[in-house]
């Protein structure tokens, strides 16, 4: 089993900046990626985004691009999430996820952390 970690969240005012950070341990295995979900009250839980981890390109939602930036240190299997500009809805419970290949949708994904809490005031 992979055990994930996510730490970093926190509550900001709109405007305000949090970095996420998410340290795998446990087994993993040669194409082994990470990415990054949010959960807000009453919505289902949503991708945000995945970095390159074979060379790739880095992915982000809509509602997150110019705003956040993905990042990840293979050598530590860490990933970090980098947020600028927050808004009000930008509050959810973010989620490190982890999966046998690449993952940029919940079907992808074979581990989940136990969530960090952002919260964006107004």
């Known amino acids: 089993q992979v055990q994930l970690v996510e730490s970093g969240g926190g509550l900001v005012q709109a405007g305000g900046s949090l970095r996420l950070s998410c340290a795998a341990s446990?087994?993993?295995?040669?194409?082994?990626?990470m990415a990054w979900f949010r959960q807000a009250p009453g919505k289902e839980r949503e991708f945000v985004a995945a970095?390159?981890?074979?060379?790739?390109?880095?992915n982000y939602a809509d509602s997150v691009k110019g705003r956040f930036t993905i990042s990840r240190d293979n050598a530590k299997n860490t990933m970090y999430l980098q947020m600028n500009s927050l808004k009000p809805e930008d509050t959810a419970v973010y989620y490190c996820?982890?999966?046998?290949?690449?993952?940029?949708?919940?079907?992808?994904?074979?581990?989940w952390g136990q969530g960090t809490q952002v919260t964006v005031s107004s």
């Open positions: 446990g087994r993993t295995f040669s194409s082994y990626t």
């Open positions: 970095p390159s981890w074979s060379g790739g390109n880095t």
């Open positions: 996820a982890a999966g046998p290949g690449v993952i940029f949708a919940r079907r992808h994904v074979a581990y």
